[in-house]
T-cell receptor
Protein backbone atom coordinates (compact mmCIF):
# COMPACT_ATOMS: atom_id res chain seq x y z
CA UNK A 1 0.00 0.00 0.00
CA UNK A 2 1.56 3.29 -1.06
CA UNK A 3 -0.96 5.66 0.50
CA UNK A 4 -0.45 8.09 3.37
CA UNK A 5 0.27 6.18 6.55
CA UNK A 6 -0.35 7.46 10.09
CA UNK A 7 0.64 6.03 13.44
CA UNK A 8 -0.81 5.42 15.95
CA UNK A 9 -4.39 5.16 14.78
CA UNK A 10 -5.73 5.69 18.27
CA UNK A 11 -4.22 7.27 21.35
CA UNK A 12 -5.77 7.77 24.76
CA UNK A 13 -3.76 9.95 27.08
CA UNK A 14 -4.15 11.70 30.38
CA UNK A 15 -4.40 15.45 30.47
CA UNK A 16 -0.99 17.02 30.77
CA UNK A 17 0.89 14.24 28.98
CA UNK A 18 2.73 14.68 25.70
CA UNK A 19 1.77 12.77 22.58
CA UNK A 20 3.43 12.37 19.20
CA UNK A 21 1.92 11.31 15.90
CA UNK A 22 3.84 10.15 12.87
CA UNK A 23 2.94 10.50 9.21
CA UNK A 24 4.54 8.83 6.21
CA UNK A 25 3.36 10.54 3.02
CA UNK A 26 3.09 9.07 -0.45
CA UNK A 27 6.72 8.65 -1.46
CA UNK A 28 6.87 11.01 -4.43
CA UNK A 29 4.88 13.77 -2.73
CA UNK A 30 6.93 16.68 -1.45
CA UNK A 31 4.06 18.55 0.18
CA UNK A 32 2.75 17.39 3.53
CA UNK A 33 -0.17 18.79 5.54
CA UNK A 34 -1.58 18.32 9.00
CA UNK A 35 -5.27 18.89 9.63
CA UNK A 36 -7.47 18.46 12.68
CA UNK A 37 -11.06 17.31 12.63
CA UNK A 38 -13.57 17.42 15.46
CA UNK A 39 -17.05 15.89 15.48
CA UNK A 40 -19.48 17.67 13.20
CA UNK A 41 -16.82 19.79 11.56
CA UNK A 42 -14.73 19.56 8.44
CA UNK A 43 -10.96 19.17 8.59
CA UNK A 44 -9.17 22.35 9.72
CA UNK A 45 -5.73 23.22 8.40
CA UNK A 46 -2.93 23.18 10.97
CA UNK A 47 0.37 23.34 9.09
CA UNK A 48 2.10 22.59 5.81
CA UNK A 49 5.57 21.50 4.69
CA UNK A 50 7.21 21.63 1.33
CA UNK A 51 10.06 19.16 1.58
CA UNK A 52 11.59 19.85 5.00
CA UNK A 53 10.51 23.48 5.20
CA UNK A 54 7.48 24.35 7.31
CA UNK A 55 5.94 27.11 5.20
CA UNK A 56 2.68 27.90 6.94
CA UNK A 57 1.15 27.46 10.37
CA UNK A 58 -2.46 28.12 11.33
CA UNK A 59 -3.28 30.20 14.36
CA UNK A 60 -4.98 27.02 15.59
CA UNK A 61 -1.49 25.65 16.18
CA UNK A 62 -0.76 26.87 19.68
CA UNK A 63 2.68 26.87 21.27
CA UNK A 64 2.00 23.41 22.65
CA UNK A 65 1.96 22.00 19.13
CA UNK A 66 5.08 21.39 17.09
CA UNK A 67 5.51 19.68 13.75
CA UNK A 68 8.67 18.57 12.05
CA UNK A 69 9.70 17.00 8.79
CA UNK A 70 13.45 16.64 9.26
CA UNK A 71 14.44 14.92 6.03
CA UNK A 72 11.56 15.94 3.85
CA UNK A 73 10.00 12.49 4.13
CA UNK A 74 8.03 11.49 7.23
CA UNK A 75 6.62 14.06 9.62
CA UNK A 76 5.81 14.16 13.33
CA UNK A 77 3.23 16.22 15.17
CA UNK A 78 3.81 16.59 18.89
CA UNK A 79 1.32 17.97 21.38
CA UNK A 80 2.75 18.93 24.74
CA UNK A 81 0.75 19.20 27.96
CA UNK A 82 -2.39 17.87 26.33
CA UNK A 83 -5.77 19.37 27.19
CA UNK A 84 -9.22 17.88 26.79
CA UNK A 85 -9.88 20.30 23.96
CA UNK A 86 -7.12 18.62 21.98
CA UNK A 87 -9.29 15.54 21.58
CA UNK A 88 -9.82 15.19 17.84
CA UNK A 89 -8.79 13.26 14.78
CA UNK A 90 -5.43 14.44 13.44
CA UNK A 91 -5.17 13.97 9.72
CA UNK A 92 -2.06 13.96 7.62
CA UNK A 93 -2.20 14.53 3.88
CA UNK A 94 0.26 14.83 1.04
CA UNK A 95 0.37 16.08 -2.51
CA UNK A 96 2.85 16.52 -5.34
CA UNK A 97 3.86 19.95 -6.55
CA UNK A 98 2.97 21.01 -10.06
CA UNK A 99 0.17 22.54 -12.04
CA UNK A 100 -0.94 19.20 -13.40
CA UNK A 101 -1.72 17.98 -9.90
CA UNK A 102 -4.34 20.61 -9.31
CA UNK A 103 -4.48 20.93 -5.58
CA UNK A 104 -5.73 17.47 -4.81
CA UNK A 105 -4.37 16.26 -1.52
CA UNK A 106 -4.52 12.69 -0.32
CA UNK A 107 -5.33 11.94 3.29
CA UNK A 108 -4.20 9.21 5.61
CA UNK A 109 -6.53 7.25 7.87
CA UNK A 110 -6.09 9.72 10.70
CA UNK A 111 -4.96 9.44 14.31
CA UNK A 112 -7.67 9.66 16.94
CA UNK A 113 -6.63 11.42 20.13
CA UNK A 114 -8.69 11.20 23.30
CA UNK A 115 -7.52 13.22 26.28
CA UNK A 116 -9.03 12.09 29.58
CA UNK B 1 -15.38 33.11 9.35
CA UNK B 2 -16.72 30.09 7.48
CA UNK B 3 -15.48 30.53 3.93
CA UNK B 4 -16.95 27.24 2.73
CA UNK B 5 -20.43 26.28 3.87
CA UNK B 6 -22.48 23.16 3.55
CA UNK B 7 -25.83 24.20 4.94
CA UNK B 8 -27.47 20.78 4.91
CA UNK B 9 -26.07 18.58 7.68
CA UNK B 10 -27.82 15.51 6.31
CA UNK B 11 -29.56 14.12 3.26
CA UNK B 12 -31.53 10.91 2.79
CA UNK B 13 -32.36 9.47 -0.63
CA UNK B 14 -33.70 6.23 -2.02
CA UNK B 15 -31.38 3.84 -3.81
CA UNK B 16 -31.37 4.53 -7.55
CA UNK B 17 -32.43 8.14 -7.20
CA UNK B 18 -30.27 11.24 -7.55
CA UNK B 19 -28.39 12.71 -4.59
CA UNK B 20 -27.59 16.41 -4.75
CA UNK B 21 -25.18 17.87 -2.23
CA UNK B 22 -24.68 21.61 -2.11
CA UNK B 23 -21.85 23.89 -1.12
CA UNK B 24 -21.45 27.68 -0.99
CA UNK B 25 -18.30 29.72 -0.67
CA UNK B 26 -17.55 33.33 0.07
CA UNK B 27 -13.96 33.86 -1.07
CA UNK B 28 -13.90 34.95 -4.71
CA UNK B 29 -10.21 34.02 -4.89
CA UNK B 30 -10.99 30.31 -4.68
CA UNK B 31 -10.27 28.74 -8.03
CA UNK B 32 -10.22 25.01 -7.39
CA UNK B 33 -12.90 22.95 -5.70
CA UNK B 34 -12.98 19.38 -4.51
CA UNK B 35 -15.34 16.87 -2.97
CA UNK B 36 -14.17 14.31 -0.46
CA UNK B 37 -16.03 11.33 0.94
CA UNK B 38 -15.45 10.12 4.46
CA UNK B 39 -16.48 6.96 6.25
CA UNK B 40 -16.46 6.85 10.07
CA UNK B 41 -13.01 6.48 11.64
CA UNK B 42 -11.28 6.89 8.28
CA UNK B 43 -9.59 9.77 6.53
CA UNK B 44 -11.33 11.67 3.71
CA UNK B 45 -11.05 10.12 0.26
CA UNK B 46 -10.79 12.33 -2.81
CA UNK B 47 -13.84 12.00 -5.05
CA UNK B 48 -13.90 14.64 -7.77
CA UNK B 49 -12.66 18.16 -8.44
CA UNK B 50 -13.31 21.12 -10.68
CA UNK B 51 -11.30 24.12 -11.75
CA UNK B 52 -12.89 27.54 -11.88
CA UNK B 53 -12.41 27.66 -15.65
CA UNK B 54 -15.04 24.94 -16.00
CA UNK B 55 -18.65 24.74 -14.94
CA UNK B 56 -19.03 20.98 -14.99
CA UNK B 57 -16.89 17.91 -14.43
CA UNK B 58 -18.13 14.37 -14.67
CA UNK B 59 -16.66 11.09 -13.47
CA UNK B 60 -18.90 8.07 -13.75
CA UNK B 61 -21.86 8.47 -11.43
CA UNK B 62 -20.46 11.70 -9.98
CA UNK B 63 -20.83 15.15 -11.50
CA UNK B 64 -19.77 18.44 -9.97
CA UNK B 65 -21.33 21.70 -11.13
CA UNK B 66 -19.82 25.11 -10.45
CA UNK B 67 -21.71 28.42 -10.58
CA UNK B 68 -19.09 31.08 -10.03
CA UNK B 69 -21.46 34.02 -10.11
CA UNK B 70 -23.47 32.48 -7.29
CA UNK B 71 -20.36 31.11 -5.55
CA UNK B 72 -22.08 27.76 -5.42
CA UNK B 73 -21.17 24.22 -6.32
CA UNK B 74 -23.03 20.98 -6.16
CA UNK B 75 -22.26 17.29 -6.35
CA UNK B 76 -24.71 15.03 -8.15
CA UNK B 77 -24.63 11.29 -7.62
CA UNK B 78 -26.78 9.26 -9.96
CA UNK B 79 -27.87 6.60 -9.46
CA UNK B 80 -27.28 6.63 -5.71
CA UNK B 81 -26.18 3.38 -4.11
CA UNK B 82 -26.21 2.28 -0.45
CA UNK B 83 -22.38 2.23 -0.51
CA UNK B 84 -22.47 5.97 -1.16
CA UNK B 85 -23.70 6.51 2.40
CA UNK B 86 -20.97 8.60 4.01
CA UNK B 87 -20.08 12.16 4.98
CA UNK B 88 -19.29 14.38 2.00
CA UNK B 89 -17.03 17.38 2.37
CA UNK B 90 -16.71 20.24 -0.05
CA UNK B 91 -13.29 21.93 -0.13
CA UNK B 92 -11.83 24.95 -1.88
CA UNK B 93 -8.38 26.26 -2.68
CA UNK B 94 -6.84 29.51 -3.85
CA UNK B 95 -4.05 28.40 -6.15
CA UNK B 96 -2.94 31.94 -6.77
CA UNK B 97 -1.88 32.94 -3.27
CA UNK B 98 1.48 31.18 -3.14
CA UNK B 99 -0.22 27.99 -4.28
CA UNK B 100 0.32 26.24 -0.97
CA UNK B 101 -2.31 23.65 -1.79
CA UNK B 102 -4.08 24.41 1.46
CA UNK B 103 -7.73 23.39 1.37
CA UNK B 104 -10.61 25.03 3.23
CA UNK B 105 -13.35 22.56 4.08
CA UNK B 106 -17.07 22.85 4.67
CA UNK B 107 -18.74 21.22 7.67
CA UNK B 108 -19.86 18.17 5.75
CA UNK B 109 -23.17 16.61 4.72
CA UNK B 110 -24.10 13.12 5.84
CA UNK B 111 -25.68 11.20 2.99
CA UNK B 112 -27.81 8.16 3.68
CA UNK B 113 -28.91 6.06 0.73
CA UNK B 114 -31.73 3.73 1.64
CA UNK B 115 -32.06 0.36 -0.11
Amino acid sequence: DTGVSQDPRHKITKRGQNVTFRCDPISEHNRLYWYRQTLGQGPEFLTYFQNEAQLEKSRLLSDRFSAERPKGSFSTLEIQRTEQGDSAMYLCASSPVGASSGNTIYFGEGSWLTVV
Amino acid sequence: DQQVKQNSPSLSVQEGRISILNCDYTNSMFDYFLWYKKYPAEGPTFLISISSIKDKNEDGRFTVFLNKSAKHLSLHIVPSQPGDSAVYFCAASDRGSGNTGKLIFGQGTTLQVKP
